[in-house]
């Protein structure tokens, strides 16, 4: 089992940023890919970035391609989201997951999921 808590949300302004915190416990961490996903009212909740647990290839969504850096720190349990250039249409509540599979980009591949902290972005 792993329990996830996120963290470092809250509200800045256009062009700004922020960095969300994931910090895992249970068991293994380092065998888990994970990844972030936002979820805007009304909108599906879709991926935003994603590592694996080696960091080779992580995976970017294109809306957030060089802006947004996803990075991870085995030794202290944590997978981190550094956002950049902040826009109003990147508000959204934010997520953080675990899979134990190899493909990183859907929803359905993860297997524990954290209680999600929000992002607003004011234009």
């Known amino acids: 089992q792993v329990q996830l808590v996120e963290s470092g949300g809250g509200l800045v302004q256009a062009g700004g940023s922020l960095r969300l915190s994931c910090a895992a416990s249970g068991r293994t961490f380092s065998s888990y890919a994970m990844g972030w996903f936002r979820q805007a009212p009304g909108k599906e909740r879709d991926i935003v970035a994603a590592?694996?647990?080696?960091?080779?290839?992580?995976y970017y969504a294109d809306s957030v391609k060089g802006r947004f850096t996803i990075s991870r720190d085995n030794a202290k349990n944590t997978v981190y989201l550094q956002m950049n250039s902040l826009k109003p249409e990147d508000t959204a509540v934010y997520y953080c997951?675990?899979?134990?599979?190899?493909?990183?980009?859907?929803?359905?591949?993860?297997?524990?999921w954290g209680q999600g902290t929000q992002v607003t972005v004011s234009s």
């Open positions: 997951a675990a899979t134990t599979g190899w493909v990183m980009t859907s929803p359905l591949e993860y297997d524990y």
């Open positions: 590592i694996s647990w080696s960091a080779y290839s992580p």
